[in-house]
């Protein structure tokens, strides 16, 4: 069984940085694509960035491209998302997701992911 569990959430100022963490459970995590989400009350679950590490490509929603990083630690099974400049859009709860099938494709849509961790709320202040 596969559990997600992540970590680093909180309030900042705008402009300010973040780095949440996702502790992934699981003996083949390096064959996972894993991406993150965010939600808000009332509004469908939206998505944020995703990476594979078959291809090593990466894929970004146009709204953080060149603020937010995804990046991971195979050795302590850790995927990260670094996010920098934040403004007080990015409020939301955090989702980590892997996919676990193997395969090579970026994916941004959520049915596409297997597996889901709890949430990490970020809210920004302005």
């Known amino acids: 069984q596969v559990q997600l569990v992540e970590s680093g959430g909180g309030l900042v100022q705008a402009g300010g940085s973040l780095r949440l963490s996702c502790a992934v459970s699981?003996?083949?995590?390096?064959?996972?694509?894993m991406g993150w989400f965010r939600q808000t009350p009332g509004k469908e679950r939206t998505f944020v960035a995703t990476r594979n590490w078959i291809s090593d490509k990466t894929l970004y929603a146009g709204s953080v491209k060149g603020r937010f990083t995804i990046s991971r630690d195979n050795a302590k099974n850790t995927v990260y998302l670094q996010m920098n400049s934040l403004q007080p859009e990015d409020t939301a709860v955090y989702y980590c997701?892997?996919?676990?099938?193997?395969?090579?494709?970026?994916?941004?849509?959520?049915?596409?992911?297997?597996?889901w961790g709890q949430g990490t709320q970020v809210t920004v202040s302005s």
């Open positions: 997701a892997a996919r676990a099938r193997g395969d090579v494709g970026l994916q941004a849509g959520p049915r596409e992911y297997d597996y």
């Open positions: 699981g003996r083949t995590f390096n064959t996972y694509t």
